[in-house]
């Protein structure tokens, strides 16, 4: 292998890469700036003129600040289950990798269930109808925690197994009552891990689009992916609002992305080859 | 230390059965268990009768097998079951393939290798439905970018979208596009944690790079590769949202899976019918991945 022949694949991957990667967000970029009208020939032009700022304003205030509304719901949605996401799956974690019962397979087995069986829809809608949380913001905040607990138990059971327990058993004697052990002690010894969960599930949530489609219907309780499956009806001839909208709830998943780039990669791949 | 540690070890087996003195208290499982178990386990095995009946949401009446009946009698819904089953062959036999070619790319000394994780990487992380809105105005047949750019090098561009042959492919190439970064990754981790002596051993008995690939790499990221595929078979079996903001499981029902399907079904009313076809899809998980993952384990055994 020559400096040369390496020096080429390098930059054949560049070159490839920008093309099949990069265009379609730079598409996405440049739509948004543009006018009805350009936008509607769907090209890779420049934009002849600055419209980003009267296409974010058209978007934010379209049908009462719709938007708005959105961006709060996904923002409590999204904080709320990924709060108890961590909690509860790391106590599972914590006491599935120290305590060895009978039941262990059980749960094992049950988990293991969670991550391939497709929930069942129109039975859980009715079961939230009968409990009253159909269409509510905090009904959807449960589902998420339930959807997502197989993942995350999986990921704390891993880390929690490498934490050597004479930890906790020297807690113990220092006189340290369960919660003590778990919430002072092991939980803040968690914080690698908890970091790449907050990181997947958030990101999980935050995108999400079925499960808000089923289970929050209507306008009032949108959800950011819902705005613009709403308005891809409503704008389907203005392109350039629909990839405004897109740009503009691809930022938090960006930002997620800037700060947390190595954590996604080493978590996930911790997660994802030993489980 | 030790006398500390082999008291507390002393502790803890002391307590495991008095359930109160347990450091590991069993109430630790209460709140997922409650939450997973009403909204997940529940749903899912009422399923099991649902699935079995005409139902409004507030009446039921049993009918037996004939959701299922049904479902197999018609031919669109057949052709949902096919197609599922092709989308999830043809994503994750890609992935697979491109996901282990990136990361051998990406672990050798290439340059900007930072940039390129990065770029590959990004997509996983963009929403499913802006991906699939973004795609579909790319692929226009004659306004979109994808086919102007092959008109450009003299090559009429298909219509990706309209034509009933290619748009369930061509779904699933976004889907790809979408989920390589991941397959990726954790083709990456695979690699980077083969231990560099095999590679040595290999040099000395003068291997040369193909069979290096051939004969430590390959066999040797087989974790890596049972996770990607159950993990992108799976998702690919369920995949709804990537159909939905692409096709709609059109044109006609020539891009229709089961997931879109439920999905009609319980739009058009349909509670039992729909519930049926979630049991079909469950069934049809079972027997393709549970085999599937046994055959990916087992062979990884013998290695």
């Known amino acids: 292998m020559t400096k040369l022949s390496s020096r080429l694949i390098g930059l054949a991957a560049i070159l490839v890469s920008a093309v099949v990667f990069l265009v379609p967000f730079i598409f996405i970029i440049i739509t948004a700036f543009k006018d009805k009208q350009q936008a509607a020939l769907l090209d890779f032009s420049w934009p002849n003129g600055f419209h980003l700022w009267s296409n974010l304003v058209e978007v934010v205030t379209t049908r009462n600040w719709m938007m708005v509304t959105a961006f709060i719901n996904s923002t409590i949605l999204t904080v709320a289950s990924v709060t108890l996401l961590v909690i509860f799956a790391a106590m599972v974690g914590f006491v599935l990798a120290r305590r060895k019962t009978r039941f262990n397979g059980l749960i094992e087995f049950l988990i293991l269930a969670g991550l391939m069986i497709p929930p069942a829809v129109v039975p859980t809608i009715w079961l939230l109808q009968g409990i009253g949380l159909f269409g509510k913001l905090h009904g959807l905040i449960l589902i998420e925690v339930a959807y997502g607990l197989p993942f995350s138990i999986i990921l704390y059971r891993a880390f929690i197994a490498t934490i050597p327990r004479e930890l906790d058993e020297a807690a113990i004697i220092d006189g340290a009552r369960p919660l003590d052990v778990f919430f002072r002690v092991i939980l803040p010894l968690l914080w690698p891990v908890t970091v790449t969960n907050i990181v997947v599930q958030s990101v999980g949530v935050f995108n999400d689009f079925t499960n808000p489609l089923y289970y929050l219907p209507g306008n009032a309780n949108a959800t950011v992916q819902l705005t613009l499956y709403n308005f891809q009806s409503q704008f389907n001839t203005s392109y350039n609002l629909l990839f405004t909208n897109i740009l503009l709830i691809t930022i938090p998943p960006l930002l997620v992305f800037l700060f947390f780039n190595r954590h996604i990669v080493a978590g996930m791949t911790a997660g994802a080859v030993k489980g | ?303």
Not at chain 2, 31 to 60: D, E, K
Not at chain 2, 63 to 76: C, K, M, S, T
Not at chain 2, 170 to 197: C, E, H, M, N, R
């Open chain 2, 1 to 303: 230390m030790t006398a500390l540690s082999e008291a507390g070890s002393a502790i803890s087996h002391g307590g495991g059965r008095a359930i109160r003195r347990s450091p590991y208290p069993g109430w630790f499982f209460l709140p997922a268990a409650l939450v997973y178990g009403i909204l997940f386990l529940a749903p899912t095995l009422a399923s099991l009768y649902f699935s079995l009946t005409r139902w409004t949401l507030f009446n039921s009446t049993f009918i037996g097998l004939d959701n299922f009946a049904q479902f197999f009698r018609e031919p669109f819904l057949v052709q949902g079951l096919v197609n599922t089953v092709i989308y999830a062959v043809v994503t994750s036999g890609l992935k697979v393939v491109l996901g282990m070619l990136l990361a051998l790319l990406l672990t050798s000394a290439v340059m900007a290798r930072g940039y390129l994780r990065s770029v590959v990487f990004f997509p996983v992380l963009v929403s499913t439905v802006g991906v699939g809105i973004t795609f579909t105005v790319l692929m226009h047949p004659t306004q979109g970018m994808i086919n102007e750019a092959l008109a450009l090098l003299g090559v009429k561009g298909p219509g990706w979208l309209v034509d009933p042959k290619l748009a369930l492919l061509s779904v699933a190439l976004v889907d790809v596009w979408k989920g390589v970064g991941l397959a990726t990754v954790i083709y990456i981790a695979g690699i980077v944690a083969i231990p560099k002596d095999y590679y040595e051993a290999a040099r000395i008995d003068g291997a040369t790079k193909w069979q290096n690939f051939l004969y430590v790499t390959l066999p040797l990221s087989r974790p890596a590769t049972a996770t990607v595929i159950t993990l992108s078979f799976i998702g690919g079996l369920r995949t709804f949202d990537l159909i939905w903001a692409m096709t709609r499981g059109g044109p006609g029902f020539s891009s229709d899976t089961i997931a879109s399907v439920i999905y009609k079904q319980y739009q058009a009313g349909f509670y039992g019918l729909s519930t049926a076809g979630n049991v079909v899809l469950f069934i049809l998980i079972a027997i393709l991945v549970v085999p599937l993952t046994m055959l990916l384990n087992r062979r990884q055994g013998h290695e």
